[in-house]
């Protein structure tokens, strides 16, 4: 272990220090592939976001004293539009950047082979086996539905993979720009921000409940709905939270990107606000409500609606395609249509009764309006039209739509009435039977689109999918900073965009990975078999006057929002891959280490900060003293004495960190050991039962929330913020029939229980373990999801894809894997997920 020395002062007083570490004689493990992530420097970058939008010629509002460095003034140009002010509001801060670091991939020669899996299975069962496994859902369908048909997924040009990432969207978006080159390189960012002041109403306990559960304490798995009751400083701590992002929104997009907040009545007026500061007033593209189903209220006016804030990048330059709806006659501006021929081809005005019943009428009856058959602007000749055996002339000062052979052809095509003293133009409703779509939705909460939720707060898909068809094209990347359940995801993924998105709550990342890997959608048709070529649409028909009187192919107006769907295939999620931000590869085996040596200097009080702060927000109960070397702190209650050791803010806990952990507390004498950590190496499952057979020595491996230290959000219960890691119980075995094939059982999870402090077993058929991957031959550094089984519980996609109910049984956790071969690293890895997010990995060699 080498050291780089600093000196700090410990809290109480004496002299101690803080040193980083390295274990020198560790083999490097093989730095993932990610943007230019192996080239970096090593050391904390940070970054300034600059959040003043030029207005340098500004005059300075409150300005501090000199030598103040508090970031609190803003710069005004009294010539600019009003802005917003609130606490905190300032004009640059820092951010760290991290490169982010891919912990998991869903390849595509991976998904080639479940798909040969699911075909397989379906073609050998018989209807009611079960399955349980990834692509449940697409086997069922092959077995149930078509088998003949294809299975097909996108991928794009350039090898380029979607991305889920887990991180907070400021450091998550200031690394796409630093590290990924994807500045100017977004086409729509859509935003779904919590919508207040409220945290806690974003919150999801579980991966399988939308229902947060006080009770569920006695689970022991640290959940409590209140984990953070709001922002430090309410509204003024969330503007400052949305207007930091948004700037960085800003850097992301490209010229003729668009930027979409989803915002509810009580908050829009900010958001409006905020982004005419970050935007420019001229580039506001449009508000647009949507109705939504909550809200309903006896008590006062119902807030029905949520709004889509949309600004453009550049107004002028903005992407924009035309999205249509079928019209209802009714709504297509009052009275337009208040005639009609009867299918005997007379003609005649609707009665009120029937106007009040217009969009039920009978089919056969062509319900028209009367319109212009002329235009402003005198001919230079005078233009007399013969019809019915009277001469019409246009109105004083217009001229007809169409020369005198055209009027012959509209007259005789029966376009045209005599209406009063003039001639009128006939216009069918059925001659475009669509309108363009208006900034009122009130289809949001009907149709196919009403699907099951599985995560609280999650958007209906079809308010986004229309954005991402209305800014978007096939190829073009989206992208969403408040990922949730991954509704952004699922709609680009569906609509052959790339998508990125990130979260900070683990619980979100595993909802979205697991709908995206269990979708199925429809295969639509490119026009050059590549996705980036676009696809093929639907279109409707539109007659005009000029394609009646000029006998024209009506013009084609094709439907954005409706690509041609091939029906010999289905399609699943193409490939992604599941990232963190960090510097695992180069951090893994550096960490912080204490002693009482004077002799150094250096970023001291930065690493004694950061350490005091993680123990005490972990032992809030505790008197915590100062320790050394790899334990950080002792935590002492009238019960007991821990030690506790920290991990690196941007690396994994590895196995020696917890090994000289345990050396260092017992050479103090203590015996029991909390090892803190961001992320964990996969094989410190059993490192932990190996110390703990040894000796006396109880070690807990406690994973700490991704938000814990983010700016901002009030410091909460300890318990909201730390979960114990749980370690996979696996068995292999081998069957050797010819070829030695392997097979990979889940028996349980094990937990550490706080009421025993012991630890619990969940075996996996308890319902505790909501997903569990297999990575068929583990590289030692990025896990490949190779099989995956689900808890079906819910079968929400199936229910809805299917439209039938399906039984229970057929989609319990399948706790065993199918047999594979052995790979040529020799070893593998199981990752298990939790009901609550929580994440753990174990790896084998296979010898
Ligand atoms: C309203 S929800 C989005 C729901 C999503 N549209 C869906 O359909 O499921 C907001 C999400 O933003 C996440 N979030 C809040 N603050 C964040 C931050 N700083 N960075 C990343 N995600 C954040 C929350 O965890 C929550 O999942």
């Known amino acids: ?96 950047v991290l490169p982010l670091q891919r912990i998991e991939i869903v390849a595509e020669s991976r998904i080639a ?75 729509l960012i859509y935003i779904d921000p919590p919508y207040g002041i409220k945290y806690d109403s974003n919150f999801q306990q579980r991966v399988d409940s939308t229902k947060n559960d006080e009770a569920n304490k006695a689970d022991d798995i640290l959940t409590i709905k209140a984990f953070r009751d709001t922002w430090a400083l309410g509204i003024h701590t969330y503007l400052s939270y949305l207007r930091e992002r948004l700037y960085l929104c800003r850097e992301l997009l490209t010229a003729s990107g668009s930027v979409i ?37 006896d008590q006062r006016l119902s807030g029905v609606f949520d709004c889509l804030v949309w600004y453009a990048k550049d107004i002028e330059q903005v992407k924009y395609h035309q999205i249509y709806q079928t019209k209802a006659i009714g709504l297509e501006g009052a009275g337009v249509y208040t005639r009609v021929e009867l299918p005997d081809g007379t ?67 029966k376009r045209i009435e005599v209406s009063g003293s003039s001639l009128r133009y006939v216009r069918f409703y059925a001659d475009f039977p669509v309108s363009p779509i208006s900034n009122i939705w009130l289809d949001t909460n009907t149709g196919s689109f009403t699907e099951p939720k599985m995560y609280a707060v999650q958007t209906g898909t079809k308010v986004v999918l ?45 909802v979205a990975r697991q709908r995206a890997i269990s979708a199925i959608f429809p295969h639509y048709r490119t026009r050059n078999g590549k996705v980036s070529g676009d696809f093929e649409y639907e279109s409707v028909s539109r007659v005009t006057l000029k394609s009646v009187a000029y006998d024209l192919e009506p013009e084609k107006v094709e439907l954005f929002d409706s690509p041609k769907v091939d029906k010999d295939a289905i399609r699943v999620c193409g490939p992604f891959e599941v990232m963190s931000l960090g510097r695992y590869s180069i951090q893994d085996w550096k960490g912080y ?167 619990g077993y969940k075996s996996a058929d308890s319902g505790y373990v909501s997903a569990w991957y297999l990575d068929e031959d583990y590289d030692g550094d990025c896990f490949v999801d190779c099989q995956m089984f689900f808890d079906f519980k819910k079968a929400p996609n199936l229910k809805a894809t299917l439209k039938a109910d399906i039984d229970p049984q057929e989609y319990k956790l399948q706790t065993t894997s199918q047999p594979f071969p052995i790979g040529g690293y020799k070893r593998i890895a199981v990752k298990v997920v939790d009901v609550y997010g929580n994440e753990s990995t174990v790896v084998r060699d296979l010898g």
């Open 1 to 96: 272990m080498a050291e780089k020395k600093t000196r700090v002062k410990s809290s109480k007083g004496t002299e101690k220090k803080v040193t980083r570490y390295t274990y020198e004689n560790i083999k490097e493990p093989r730095t993932p592939e990610t943007g230019h992530t192996s080239l970096l420097p090593s050391d904390e970058q940070v970054v300034t976001l600059p959040m003043d939008n030029g207005w340098s010629k500004a005059i300075h509002v409150g300005k501090l004293k000199e030598g103040d460095e508090r970031p609190v003034v803003v710069d005004m140009d009294p010539d600019a539009d009003p802005v917003l002010f609130w606490a905190g509001k300032r004009n640059r801060r820092e951010v760290p």
């Open 466 to 510: 229309r954005c991402i068809a209305m800014a978007t094209d096939p190829g073009d990347l989206v992208f969403d900073p408040t990922c949730g359940s991954g509704t952004t995801a699922i709609c680009a993924e569906r609509l052959g965009r790339r998508w990125i998105t990130c979260d900070t709550s683990r619980v979100a990342i595993n």
């Open 261 to 297: 907040v989803q915002i509810n009545d009580q908050n829009a007026h900010f958001i409006r606000a905020l982004m005419d500061e970050v935007f420019g007033v001229a580039n506001h593209f449009a508000t647009v409500v949507f109705n939504k189903t909550t809200g309903f209220t």
């Open 593 to 759: 280490a204490v002693t009482d040596s004077l002799d150094a200097v250096g970023e001291p009080a930065k690493l004694e900060n950061y350490l005091n702060v993680i123990c005490r927000l972990y032992r809030k109960d505790a008197a915590i003293q100062g320790a050394n070397g790899l334990v950080h702190a002792v935590a002492e209650t009238d019960k007991v004495k821990a030690a506790i050791s920290v991990g690196p803010l941007s690396g994994r806990v590895t196995a020696k960190q917890i090994n000289d952990a345990v050396q260092d507390a017992l050479a103090s004498g203590i015996l029991e050991v909390h090892v803190l950590g961001w992320a964990f190496e996969a094989n410190v499952g059993e490192v932990k039962s190996q110390l703990e057979r040894r000796g006396k020595v109880k070690i807990e491996l406690i994973m700490i929330r991704p938000d814990t230290l983010a700016e901002g959000l009030k410091a909460t219960q300890p318990e909201t913020l730390f979960s114990p890691l749980a370690l996979p119980d696996i068995e292999i075995e081998t069957k050797n029939n010819g070829t030695s094939l392997i097979t990979t059982t889940l028996r349980g999870v094990a937990v550490f229980d706080r009421n025993t402090r012991g630890t």
């Open 113 to 187: 082979q479940i798909i040969e899996r699911a075909r397989k299975a379906a073609d050998e069962k018989s209807g009611a086996a079960r399955q349980g496994h990834l692509y449940a859902d697409l086997e069922k369908t092959l077995r149930e539905a078509d088998r003949s048909k294809r299975i097909e997924f996108y991928t794009h040009d350039e090898g380029w993979k979607n991305k889920l990432i887990c991180g907070d969207s400021l450091q998550v978006m200031e690394s796409l720009l630093h590290y990924e080159g994807i500045n100017s390189k977004v086409q």
């Open 347 to 413: 003609r005649r005005q609707l009665t009120s009764e029937e106007l009040d019943r217009i969009d039920s009428l009978p089919a056969d009856w062509r319900v028209f309006s009367l319109g212009d058959l002329g235009s402003q602007g005198a001919a230079k000749e005078p233009q007399p039209f013969e019809f019915n055996g009277n001469t019409f002339y246009p109105a004083a000062n217009n001229h007809w739509k169409a020369k005198t052979e055209g009027l012959r052809r509209l007259a005789e095509g």
